[in-house]
């Protein structure tokens, strides 16, 4: 889906405990069209409903005329699920599933109390007990929660030795953000945590959105999903980081890319200068990458503007999504660093677009920076 | 006098045709906009009230339909002082397949059994005409102070043709 384009469908669904399913459904391509759903149970279309109930909310979210709402009791079908079951919503017409979920009871595999009994007395060994047998009418989840408080309290007692829980923060939540940063997880997820919580206050203050993208360098980089209120998280091992980063676009909101890799510094003042740059400059580069782009570009040098005093940062481009979108975003093809593949952008870009470098000192611990001496 | 036209009846186009086991909503959305045919108060957001005895909509399929049909309409009757039940009569194309006595003001799930043969073929596809006996309608207007003059019996909210096969109706 190219940046700023609305899905085909578009649709919101909920399942009540009662097994009603109740939700709304709306094709920005068709808009006047009451939009026909089949309802899937494992598969099998268990029911169908012309959505064309009419919905305030639908309506007042400019959603068409509002006349695509439905509801469905799916009583009967759910109680043929014998266990789990996924139940999902799809668009007759372009066949696409816009909804699902899983309902029922979770299969649990044979040897399921044996293995809680095993976590129960792991869990009793580390906190100094004596393994004791579980009750005989203690249910699985009873017995490895009463482990763990006795282990919590004898860890407790000992004092200090109960781990704090992790640190967290929340992001301003931005209906319609200016800018999206689209940051690089690193290989240090507790680093990464203490650059975005700086960075907290003033991607508020200049209206942005953060996405974090995450090639797996860290394992622990999936729990800032959690510790992080409002972050947009994306986690792909497989794909090349031009691949990640053009998917992180795609998803992204605000009408300019900041695609930062993280270095571990407070990037707060940087955010706030950069933003103001934006204000008249449609592309900004860091000065390693205009390095890089200015060796592929003959008459580079009289498209490239240094820009004076710049903070510390780890920038590797600023550039309006329109910009980005148009010139296709980063090639896929080119199986490289994040700097070269941000380089070779940069380069198309400069055939468009004058770019202001960012020139920001150079830390010794930055080790993307190592080696592209900025040659302005 | 009844002015006579020389025009072939119009063979059906593809909007026309319902479909067996989708659910559809009464009110301006849909069904209030394309079925009905006679005795319907203003279609309102997302339901129909009749207005008068007697209520009639068609449905229409491509083919008549080989099995039993179990025709499901979600909605509730309009009870008041002085108006303690709704009787509700179900014709299909002259047909009596139908009666309930409603006396409760809840939702409701009214179902009735269409036989194949009920079904006319007209136009090039199969044709029901439903029409909804409701003798004990009442003018809001009559019995309170409310200036309502429709005349209210049942307020229909959903309809659904269930194929035999789906609701495991039995001979």
Redesign the interface.
Known sequence: MPPGTLPEILGEVALDPDGVLHGWCWSPGRPAE?L?LDILVDGR?A????A???REDVRDRKFGDG??G???ALTRQLARLEQAGIVAARERASGQVFWQTLRGNFAVPADFAVRVAAMAAGINGCAGMLPAPPAPDAGAGRMVAAAIGAAGRILAARGGSVPAPPARVTLAYTAAPRVTVILDAGDDAERDFATIAAAAKVLAAIQAELLLIDGGADPRCAMLAARVGNLRYFHDTRANPAARRNMAAEYARGDVLVFLRMTGRRVDLGLTALEEALRTDRLVAGAGIASLARLGVPDATSRLVAAPDCPPLGLDLAVERSLFAELGGFDEGLVAHNAFVAAEFLARALAVQPALVWLEPRAPDDPDADGFQPLL | MLKQSNDEPKPMTSEDFD?L?????F????IGARNLLSGWAEAE??HNWNDGPEAALVMTLRQRPEESCLLSVEGRPFLAPGVPRQDVTLFVNGFRVAFWRLGAGETVILEAEIEPEMWLIRRGGALARCAWHLPDSTRPRDISGVQDQRQLGFCFQ?MTLWPRRQTGIRR
């Open positions: 009451r026909t279309v029911a169908s409903v012309v064309s109930r009419f006349y695509h439905f509801t469905l | 479909e086991g989708v659910t559809r909503f009110g301006r959305g849909d957001d997302n959903s």
